[in-house]
């Protein structure tokens, strides 16, 4: 199954990465793992990342969430429309579990996101750093 949001996979970066971040996380971004594409744009809440690509075979069915819901246009990622020094604060939800972190985004000077997520305080989380999404992305979430 899809892996987008999950914590635990999270390679560890220090705190101290993040400086000289700079940029805005609005785009589409193409996961660490490769295997989904989150596009993160202004909403109501503020910022919201929702999935929308998703690596996966002709014949294997659309991934659910915890709930069952289809993970095709998910919002997985909720957050401020402020940022506090080019960092983005928020909650992501691991889809497949529903569970729900702290998270930071922010986008480095060679236009790279960084996502960590944390419980408590960033020091205790892992960051996954994204690529801008390139590619072209189907009406059934598959992408190329």
């Not at 700079?22 to 909403?43: D, K």
């Not at 014949?59 to 997985?76: A, H």
């Amino acid at each position: 199954m899809l892996a987008v949001a999950s914590v635990a996979p999270f390679a560890s970066v220090p705190a101290s990465a993040q400086d000289g971040q700079t940029g805005n996380p609005v785009g589409t971004w193409l996961t660490e793992s490769g295997h989904g594409v989150i596009r993160f744009a202004p909403c109501e809440a503020g910022l919201c990342g929702s999935i929308v690509g998703i690596d996966r075979a002709q014949d294997e069915p659309m991934p659910t969430d915890v709930q069952g819901r289809s993970q095709c246009g998910l919002t997985i990622f909720t957050g401020s429309a402020e940022q506090q020094d080019g960092v983005t604060e928020g909650h992501i939800t691991d889809p497949r579990n529903g569970k729900t972190y702290q998270a930071q985004v922010w986008v480095d000077p060679t236009g790279r996101l960084h996502l960590r997520g944390y419980v408590g305080v960033p020091l205790l989380g892992a960051t996954q750093i994204w690529r801008p999404f390139q590619g072209h992305i189907a009406e059934d979430c598959r992408f190329t």
